[in-house]
């Protein structure tokens, strides 16, 4: 049974900082591609970034440049670092796990998902 499970969320000020993390509980971790998801109240889920096995990462444009996306494969976990927070990211992040390789922007072509963990930016 694969396992995600998110941590490193909470309420901060808008133009801060967050980083969250996701474990992964399967010895495969190092083959599937990562992404992260995010759904605010009201709205669908939307992506966020991914990032390959490799390590080549990818990201919505609302994100680029504050957002960073790593992988440790040798802890099974992938981060979402969160730089220059603004209140429109208040959100729940889900992080998600595929065995498909490339850019993965559907929520569909995920297999696993973790629990999710709320940010919560203020202004």
């Known amino acids: 049974q694969v396992q995600l499970v998110e941590s490193g969320g909470g309420l901060v000020q808008a133009g801060g900082s967050l980083r969250l993390s996701c474990a992964a509980s399967y010895s495969t971790f190092g083959s599937y591609t990562m992404g992260w998801f995010r759904q605010a109240p009201g709205k669908d889920r939307e992506f966020v970034g991914g990032?390959?096995?490799?390590?080549?990462?990818y990201y919505t444009d609302s994100v680029k440049g504050r957002f960073t996306i790593s992988r440790d494969n040798a802890k099974n976990t992938v981060y979402l670092q969160m730089n220059s927070l603004k209140p429109e990211d208040t959100a729940v992040y889900y992080c998600a796990a595929s065995s498909y390789a490339g850019p993965l922007l559907q929520s569909r072509l995920y297999d696993y998902w973790g629990q999710g963990t709320q940010v919560t930016v203020s202004s």
């Open positions: 990032i390959s096995w490799s390590g080549t990462t």
